[in-house]
């Protein structure tokens, strides 16, 4: 995301007066962003006027950059760090899509999973999500629904796009308590958009 969306959204919170309890900043790894400082200082903003609200920077401090990015950012930043080494921990494999599977029939789809409770919604250069897993679903198959203003969010339009995503998200097997692995488990729907991402990739609008 730019800094220039940063300060949109910054802007659309103050205006809406939208208490948010927490803004995190993840990824990938956020370390990485080439003007995360400038972010920071951009959520500042946000901050003074809601004090009580966490600033977060979600980071698996794994390498020696990142330490020295962290090592920058202002004391009010909360560092959630999963410090990850080199070895490939168990997860819930992103990439098995729900569709794909036996018994897909009786999965509502739009009621979500736990990650839209925990983490609540999520940002990305496209829009508002139910969660960050669903921008990152729509980023790969291009279906481009992201939700271009704060104003717009609701309840009714994140049902919407979590019964259009969430049918291609590994994480929303958690309801139906999924093994996790350390392996990478890709589903047919996945393999097909990949393939289609990497000849063509979609272009979603920009937020």
Known sequence: MTEAQIDRFVGESLELEWRWQRVALTGGEPTLHPRLLEVIGAIERYKRENPSCEV??????????????LSRLPPWVVVKNSAKTGDPPEFEPFNQAPIDLPGARGMNFGLGCSITEICGLGLSPHGYYPCGPAAAVDRVFGKDLGIKSLAHVSTRHARAQMAALCGLCGHFLSNYG?????????????QAALRRHEEEPPKPTLW
């Not at 977060?56 to 990015?69: I, K, L, Q, R």
């Not at 999924?178 to 996945?190: D, I, L």
């Open 56 to 69: 977060a920077v979600v980071t698996n401090g794994h390498a020696g950059t990142v330490h020295e990015v």
């Open 178 to 190: 999924a093994r996790k692995t350390s392996r990478q488990e890709v589903s047919k729907s996945w």
